[in-house]
């Protein structure tokens, strides 16, 4: 079956644009994570859904970014006045219910060059 | 909170001697410790995990002890193959409510032909 998708695969922007970031779970997965993974770091959490409701926003490095997520499947996350410091890769990860250990399954990621 | 740390950041074996990946944490409340490989290009991919109730698990060639006493779980593989190269993630988190999982910075295995 489908794994984890995201969109797009590289994004290249200016500094100071806003980004938006897609995930598609697999399908029936009821929680998702959003990562992100600086280059030589390990993953860094920055929000998780559980079903449409995100209760542990804690992650999110500033008030310039914010994540949704509609009908319990797909999230997008947004970055808005992207700065330098935003470039990284952007992993989002789905798992079959709420409770964090179950198996979390990557996405290939978001390639993201702020210029 | 919780915090992960990985030993060595990378490490380079020839084909077919075994390799040994260490981490520690610092919460004595997490009792879940996932192991992920990501190869690249690619997300991470659990291969194997361990809940405190146990000290070893094994998966053919890959296992994984844990020491609670000591704080430190550790991942093995044996017999490794140049497929065995990519970057290795360890990660804890407690077993009790919704804490996420805290990841390691991760050790990106050479494996030699």
């Known amino acids: 079956g489908a794994g984890v998708s995201q969109s797009p695969s590289n994004k290249v922007t200016e500094k100071g644009k806003d980004v938006e970031l897609r995930c598609d779970p697999i399908?029936?997965?009821?929680?998702l994570y959003w990562y992100r993974q600086s280059l030589g770091q390990g993953l860094e959490f920055l929000i998780y859904?559980?079903?449409?409701?995100?209760?542990?926003k804690s992650g999110l490095p500033s008030d310039r970014f914010s994540a949704e997520r509609t009908g319990g499947s797909v999230s997008t996350l947004t970055i808005q006045r992207t700065q330098q410091e935003d470039s990284a890769v952007y992993l989002c990860?789905?798992?079959?219910?709420?409770?964090?250990?179950?198996?979390?399954?990557f996405g290939p990621g978001t390639r993201l060059l702020v210029l | 909170g919780e915090n992960v740390e990985q030993h060595p950041s990378t490490l380079s074996v020839q084909e077919g001697d075994s390799a040994v990946i260490k981490c520690t944490y610092s919460?004595?409340?997490?009792?879940?410790f996932p192991w992920y490989k990501q190869e690249l290009g690619k997300g991470p991919q659990l291969i194997i995990d361990?809940?405190?109730?146990?000290g070893e698990k094994k998966d053919q060639r890959i296992a994984v002890t844990l020491n609670k006493t000591a704080k430190h779980f550790s991942l093995h593989i044996t017999e490794t193959q140049p497929e065995d190269s990519a970057v290795y993630f360890c990660?804890?988190?407690?077993?009790?409510?919704?804490?996420?999982?805290?990841f390691g910075k991760g050790t990106r295995l050479s494996v030699i032909a």
């Open positions: 990860a789905s798992s079959l219910g709420t409770r964090i250990q179950e198996t979390q399954y």
């Open positions: 399908s029936g997965h009821t929680a």
């Open positions: 859904f559980q079903g449409n409701s995100a209760p542990d």
């Open positions: 919460d004595s409340a997490s009792n879940y």
């Open positions: 361990i809940r405190s109730n146990v």
């Open positions: 990660a804890a988190t407690p077993n009790s409510g919704n804490t996420p999982l805290v």
